[in-house]
């Protein structure tokens, strides 16, 4: 019974890692670059949402919406500002600018909004408690990854049944031969930058209620493991970044659960599986290509 | 010699030995006057400017290693927290005294050789660099088995797991705690003396055969190998080698700011270094040099914008914290608009400098 209770809390959390490690996955299938800022691009919707909910009183299912939209905005500007400029220039420029990036997003964040946490409002409909029998779950760690694979299942709708998703996937194997094709490569890029950035508010949101303290810095952990899952899953792989954050999460969750003394170590976990991974199947789980 | 070496003996061409006799007298002179004007700063400046030309040295130590393996080697790291996380610790460890060890670790007690041992800060610091490079040595092995952005994420990761590490294993790092009392014995002539030795084994190794394979992974580590480079090792000396400094610099600043803790070392200090050779140019040692001085100063001068001010009779209050707001979109600037920083890949040289005045012929 105990068991099954932490497998709902690994799921829940997992399906937080999976959402924001779908933002990476997609860039990186497309750019080949590991948008360092992705972390803190989610801190930015975590804060939008808290705005929308805690100044403005908007309802949760209009602000996490506005969050997830003001958010696409924002990939959109970084890719255009930041990372467009240099498409040609070696991929390693591209890193450093986005670590660049995501360290100004910190530091404006700890300028404007300051260093102490602020507590976000849990919406009524998550702050229940289900009880089946002995298991007691929180409504939120319920309906996470309910509505986590709902929206993983319109993303994979848009990618696999629609001509843009088409787009993506082909820009995705050979951006120039796209681009003599017709197809205008720097819309499909910003699309995905806007997709993975309202994926990551979305997961942002959910994330900002199972741990409610908003602080500047709180995106670059959970953003590092993503990516972790991400690699974990097969790094350009969609379904892979869904399976891999599972893993993730799970993983976690097992590891505080069965083994206590090693709780400490629970943040050094991924990077350990990194390593792990990238030793002995580069390509993770459901990835085809070679990392270089 | 490595084969490596016999491919690449051309090298530069051969300077005249009398040339070579000038630049080392050059040389030389250079360090005297250096060493007088340490001997000025530490005589006649304030305390404040005293701990900032050390640190300064420190952060010269830093940035020219970890150019070394970013700027020559093009293996784009992000893990020198750790390497100095790693140097600061075993170097405190060594040098507490046992009565000073046993007030701190209130939770769980030091575990028994290091609950004894106290050396002077000397052996203590070339320990420590050992055990660096040890740690860089065996890092080496899954982190040069995969290149480009995977090299830079597993590296970062390495950090973290560091800094995890130092936040968990009680008995020897003392937790979140972290130590304390360590003794104030980093003055300006450990850390330029330790930036003196740092520059001189970084600039020959970089002018040697092995400088010159380094270079040639970089450029292209496919063509590298097939010239007969082991791109690997090679790699790894660089690594370990950068490790071995890093290592030390960290002693010397945990006996500057005598206290240590696991939130010193975060990806923070890896940004710093990083804002450091990016702005001085990757691959440049002139450039890490110039870097690192510009940073501490430049770092100190910056604290303007976050002061309150009148501007245009408007009165702006302090904003605490716009300094690394201000350092990101330097990076981000640099990045963008001039790629090379301030040398490129170009090098101070005597030859350059006596052209300049007008006494020698022509440039290098």
Known sequence: MDLLQQFINGLTLGSLYAMIAIGYTMVYGILRLINFAHGDVMMVGCYAAWFGAAQFGLPWWVSLPVAMALTALLGVAIDQGAYRPLRRAPRISALITAIGVSFFLENLGLVIFGGRPKAFARPEIFNQIYQWGELRVLSLSVWTPVITALILAGLLLVIYRTRVGMAMRAVSRDISTVELMGVDSNRIVALTFALGSALAAAGGVFWAMKYPQLNPLLGVLPGLKAFVAAVLGGIGNVAGAMLGGLILGLAEIMLVALMPDLAGYRDALAFVLLIGILLFRPTGIMGEKLPE | ?364
């Open chain 2, 1 to 364: 010699m490595s084969l490596a070496g016999r491919i690449f003996k051309a090298g530069p061409l051969p300077d005249a030995a009398g040339t070579r006799r000038r630049d080392t007298w050059l040389t030389l002179a250079a360090c005297a006057l250096g060493g007088g004007l340490l001997w000025l700063a530490e005589n006649q400046a304030g305390g404040y400017v005293v701990h900032m030309l050390t640190l300064s040295g420190l952060f010269v130590v830093l940035a020219v290693s970890y150019n070394l393996i970013n700027g020559f080697t093009g293996q784009f790291s992000l893990e020198p927290n750790a390497f100095v996380a790693c140097g600061a610790y075993v170097t405190a460890l060594l040098t507490i005294s046992p009565l000073e060890k046993e007030a701190s670790f209130i939770l769980e007690p030091l575990i028994w050789p290091l609950s004894v041992i106290h050396l002077p800060l000397l052996p203590a610091l070339l320990i420590a660099g050992l055990c660096t490079a040890l740690m860089a040595f065996v890092m080496g092995f899954p982190v040069f088995r995969v290149r480009g952005d995977y090299l830079a994420i597993v590296t970062l990761g390495f950090g973290e797991v560091v800094r995890v590490v130092a936040n968990n294993a009680q008995s020897v790092t003392n937790g979140p705690l972290g130590l304390k009392g360590i003794a104030h014995l980093t003055n300006l002539w450990w850390a330029w003396g330790l930036a003196g030795a740092t520059l001189f084994v970084v600039v020959r190794l970089v002018h040697s055969s092995y400088g010159r394979a380094l270079k040639a992974i970089r450029e292209d580590e496919t063509a590298a190998e097939a010239m007969g480079i082991n791109a690997f090792w090679h790699k790894m000396l660089a690594f370990t080698l950068s490790a071995f400094f890093e290592g030390m610099a960290g002693g010397l600043l945990a006996h500057l700011i005598t206290t240590i803790s696991p939130s010193l070392f975060t990806f923070f200090m890896t940004f710093n270094l990083l804002i450091i050779i990016v702005v001085g140019g990757l691959g440049s040692t002139t450039g890490a040099v110039l870097g690192a001085i510009l940073f501490t100063f430049g770092g100190e001068w910056l604290r303007v914008v976050e002061e309150p001010a009148t501007l245009f009779g408007l009165d702006i209050p302090g904003i605490p914290g716009m300094r690394m707001v201000v350092f990101s979109l330097i990076l981000v600037g640099v990045m963008l608009f001039a790629r090379q920083g301030i040398l490129g890949r170009n090098e101070f040289s005597w030859r350059w400098l006596l052209a300049r005045l007008g006494m020698g012929r022509g440039r290098a």
